[in-house]
């Protein structure tokens, strides 16, 4: 069983850059699909970014396509989300996921991810 541990959320100013790391247990992250989601108050947990097992094809949602960047360290078992340019609208609690049912692909449905972490929050003020 994979445990999956997010850390580096905090306060941050618009235009800022901040990384959040996932640190896995249990498991091997470079064996897995390890992906980022998010969940701002009120609206529903949406996909923000993917990087395959086995591999290092990555997937990002269009709204994040330039200032973020996933990565894994396989020596550190650890996935992080590197972003930058943050805005308003990227305040969320974040979570790491990962996907054993299909540990190739990145461009899967959130029901897919059988791994979740507690999540980090991230603040951006204006």
């Known amino acids: 069983q994979v445990q999956l541990a997010e850390s580096g959320g905090g306060l941050v100013q618009t235009g800022d850059s901040l990384r959040v790391s996932c640190a896995a247990s249990?498991?091997?992250?470079?064996?897995?699909?390890m992906a980022w989601f998010r969940q701002a108050p009120g609206k529903d947990r949406e996909f923000v970014a993917a990087?395959?097992?086995?591999?290092?094809?990555?997937y990002y949602t269009q709204s994040v396509e330039g200032r973020f960047s996933i990565s894994r360290d396989d020596a550190k078992n650890t996935v992080y989300l590197q972003m930058m340019g943050l805005k308003p609208e990227d305040t969320s609690i974040y979570y790491c996921?990962?996907?054993?049912?299909?540990?190739?692909?990145?461009?899967?449905?959130?029901?897919?991810?059988?791994?979740w972490g507690q999540g980090t929050q991230v603040t951006v003020s204006s």
């Open positions: 996921a990962g996907s054993s049912l299909f540990p190739t692909m990145v461009r899967l449905p959130r029901d897919d991810y059988n791994y």
């Open positions: 249990g498991g091997t992250v470079s064996t897995i699909t």
């Open positions: 990087i395959s097992g086995y591999g290092t094809s990555t």
